[in-house]
T-cell receptor, first 112, second 113 residues
Framework: EDQVTQSPEALRLQEGESSSLNCSYT??????LFWYRQDPGKGPEFLFTLYSAGEEKEKERLKATLTKKESFLHITAPKPEDSATYLC?????????????FGSGTRLSIRP | DGGITQSPKYLFRKEGQNVTLSCEQNLNHDAMYWYRQDPGQGLRLIYYSQIVNDFQKGDIAEGYSVSREKKESFPLTVTSAQKNPTAFYLC????????????FGPGTRLTVL
């Protein structure tokens, strides 16, 4: 059964303190791994899609990496506006988009 | 600007009432989806539609119904048969089912009084 586990559940950092969020997945052939950002009371905002192990993508202070078993979202020198819940999701090679599995998210808080 | 809109933002339902949540997209996407989000849980798929006039049950379809009469619109009805409807409801769309990224609307918060 396809599974996604995100850790930690919550992370509090000081402004400028870099860290990483983890997304471990089990899927029968990865078609795509997705990262989203969700602010309280709002819909998820798409960040990245990663397709194969070794791939990396960057956007401002965020960099997503992918291995065969997990993905990391690295946050470099975060600012308070980076505070949000970050969601990871996976789609198996033999699944349709309707079968995307979402993790429960990591709640990131950046203190000024 | 292209995007997905949901209305209303907040909705209150009395016991025994049916309520309908609106979802509209102007991204020219074929596929549309409804998810339910509860605290501490991942998004759970309620219904999805790959094309106009066709839709399929997701993992938690009981107590919900949908229609897809237009490409742009995918309304969700929460019926009185749904015993625990208080949640945050998210509509999403993708270019075509099986084409990766889903894009989400702003959500509707439904509360049962």
């Amino acid at each position: 059964e396809d599974q996604v586990t995100q850790s930690p559940e919550a992370l509090r950092l000081q402004e400028g303190e870099s860290s990483s969020l983890n997304c471990s997945y089990t899927v029968s052939g990865l078609r795509g791994l997705f990262w989203y950002r969700q602010d309280p009371g709002k819909g998820p905002e798409f960040l990245f899609t990663l397709y194969s192990a070794g791939e990396e993508k960057e956007k401002e202070r965020l960099k997503a990496t992918l291995t065969k078993k997990e993905s990391f979202l690295h946050i470099t020198a975060p600012k308070p506006e980076d505070s949000a819940t970050y969601l990871c999701a996976v789609q198996g090679r033999y699944s349709s988009a309707s079968k995307i599995i979402f993790g429960s998210g990591t709640r990131l808080s950046i203190r000024p | 600007d292209g995007g997905i809109t949901q209305s209303p933002k907040y909705l209150f339902r009395k016991e025994g009432q049916n309520v309908t949540l609106s979802c509209e997209q102007n991204l020219n996407h074929d596929a549309m989806y409804w998810y339910r989000q509860d605290p501490g849980q991942g998004l759970r798929l309620i219904y999805y539609s790959q094309i106009v006039n066709d839709f399929q049950k997701g993992d938690i379809a009981e107590g919900y119904s949908v229609s897809r009469e237009k490409k742009e619109s995918f309304p969700l009805t929460v019926t009185s048969a749904q015993k625990n409807p208080t949640a945050f409801y998210l509509c999403a769309s993708s270019f075509r089912d099986g084409y990766n990224e889903q894009f989400f609307g702003p959500g509707t918060r439904l509360t049962v009084l």
